[in-house]
């Protein structure tokens, strides 16, 4: 069974680009209805969908919810009742609740049965004079059990000329087989086989094959593309591509070179260049490639097709390129909740988007600001100013009180035609002496050269950071969470501890079966 699809434009004219929903032409009974709906804005909407009918019990309707996200797509599935009417109205409510926007549209969804299923196969899809097509058809009802009734295939040359025919070609278990075989001098082109089968008595089912007859050439030459694996899809540089033609000895091909970059949504060609010792360059301004990038694409496709300068025969390869619209990744580390009357520390590491070092040459150019409660300052630095560690910048800071509740941090790395912000939000730690907040826990930090805020020296430098599985109150009613601090000095069982209410603190050793025992300092 062959399905068409089709692309239902249900925006109003004051909501162009805001959203698009794709669905099939035709729903069938007992099956599920696909419905894709595409967000275009910045900003998540809310999705309702309606199936309203009638059926053999009366009136019917159903409803189908979900959340899209900004720049991205939601798939819902709504499976169509045996014993709907020939169609279905199908409502859309779209509701931007940031923006305050609301969509509705409808459309009516024709509904057929679902006969069965066919589908025609061929030994291969490209043939050249005198050679034989091998053709199998294979009929399933709905049910997926074969179908024995008679099945008329016919075949057309690229000019449509009905070149052979079946009528009543008998299918064994399902499966019927027939050959045809091509001339001397068979047109050449896409040439189309056709099926047809009748099903349930009067329900008719199509299908369609391609194959192509051309001449058979072996390659003489070869084509290598050279364009980056990735691209960041906000980018203001060129795009440079290098084509590379040789002949199968090794000699340079003489001819030309011309590339057709595309998406899922168009394509744009390019002029033809002469290849020059085998190679040319196309360099590719962000004003060509504007279209393909402006709906969020994840890739785009290279076609690079080389003319032979005598012969005249063509070659095409392809690449693509995966686009990424996070250069850099960024990171905070602390804990999820802050104290009301002591300091928040955190720490901020930047890598590239493969989570490796941002490259010397390319640092210069970033700038860190961190901001609090979306407006006031906390830090603003050169990223080449950050300390490396583990092949990361790396920041610690602590911002004091009083905080508003929840705290946020607001963290954007910048430079020239990059943007990348992180956004923190810290709520308040709120216990009693009856409560634990040892089930709020704290992210381990293994960074090398990070200060342990809590510990007695901040000068030293710490290894590690962790938290220990107990939890002490403190007189002022709030909950300590002690801290292990190891030197990076020596792999000493040494442990200074201090609480969160920063009341005392103790030199402790690990002992073999892993408890703690003091050695010096006030007991906490």
């Known amino acids: 069974m062959t399905r068409i699809w089709m692309i239902l434009m249900l925006a109003l004219p004051t909501t162009a680009s805001r959203y698009l929903l794709i669905a099939p032409e035709n729903a069938f009974k007992g099956d599920n209805y696909p419905v894709t709906v595409v967000n275009y804005l910045n900003e998540p909407a809310d999705v309702t969908l ?3 009918s009638k059926s053999t019990s009366g009136l019917m309707a159903r409803t189908f919810t979900g959340v899209v996200q900004a720049k991205d797509s939601i798939k819902l599935d709504i499976p169509v009742p045996a014993d709907v ?4 109205k199908l409502s859309m409510n779209l509701n931007y609740s940031q923006s305050s926007i609301q969509i509705k549209n409808s459309t009516l969804v024709p509904v057929k049965g679902v006969p069965g299923f066919l589908t025609i196969q061929t030994d291969k ?3 050249k004079k005198n050679q034989r097509v091998l053709i199998r058809v294979l009929a399933l009802d709905k049910e997926l059990m074969p179908v024995n009734e008679n099945i008329s295939l016919y075949i057309k040359d690229p000019s449509g000329n009905r070149v052979d025919m079946w009528r009543d070609l008998q299918p064994v278990s399902g499966v019927a087989k027939a050959e045809f075989l091509l001339s001397d001098d068979p047109a050449l082109g896409y040439w189309k086989i056709y099926a047809e089968q009748k099903h349930s008595g009067s329900e008719i089912v199509n299908a369609d094959v391609t194959i192509t007859v051309d001449k058979f050439v072996l390659p003489r030459f070869e084509v290598t593309v050279d364009a980056p694996p990735t691209m960041y899809g906000r980018s203001t540089d060129p795009l440079t591509i290098k084509v590379t033609a040789r002949y199968t000895y090794g000699e340079n091909v003489v001819g030309d070179a011309r590339l057709s970059v595309s998406s899922t949504a168009m394509r744009i060609p390019t002029n033809s260049q002469t290849l020059r010792e085998g190679t040319t360059t196309f360099v590719l301004q962000q004003d060509t490639l504007k279209e393909l990038l402006q709906n969020y694409a994840r890739a785009i496709h ?3 097709m080389v003319t032979e300068g005598s012969s005249k025969i063509e070659l095409v390869e392809r690449t693509s390129i995966k686009l990424t619209y996070s250069v850099l990744k960024v990171e905070h ?3 999820e909740y802050y104290s009301s009357n002591n300091p928040y520390h ?6 590239d988007d493969k989570g490796q070092l941002i490259p010397a040459s390319e640092r210069a150019g970033y700038q860190m600001t961190i901001t609090r409660d979306l407006e006031t300052p906390v830090q603003s630095l050169a990223l080449s100013d950050l300390t490396v560690t583990d092949a990361k910048h790396v920041f610690c800071g602590m911002v004091r009180p009083p905080f508003l509740d929840p705290l946020r941090l607001q963290i954007r790395v910048s430079a020239k035609d990059v943007s990348q912000n992180k956004d923190v939000v810290i709520n308040k730690l709120s216990t009693s002496e009856k409560e634990s907040a040892g089930s709020l826990g704290l992210t381990a930090w293994d960074i090398q050269q990070v200060v342990c805020m809590h510990a007695a020296d901040p000068s030293q430098c710490y290894k590690r950071i962790s938290l220990i599985s107990r939890d002490w109150p403190c007189s002022n009613s709030c909950w300590s969470r002690p801290y292990l601090c190891r030197p990076i000095t020596r792999q000493s069982t040494l442990m200074t501890i201090k609480d969160d209410c920063l ?3 103790s030199r402790y050793k ?3 079966n892993g408890q703690l025992r003091r050695i010096s300092g006030k007991p906490t």
């Open 50 to 52: 309606e199936m309203s």
């Open 85 to 88: 009417s020939l169609n279905f």
């Open 125 to 127: 899809k490209m043939y």
């Open 302 to 304: 290279i076609d690079a």
């Open 333 to 335: 580390i602390g804990e």
């Open 346 to 351: 955190f720490c901020v590491t930047i890598t």
């Open 503 to 505: 009341l005392n603190m």
């Open 510 to 512: 690990q002992c073999h």
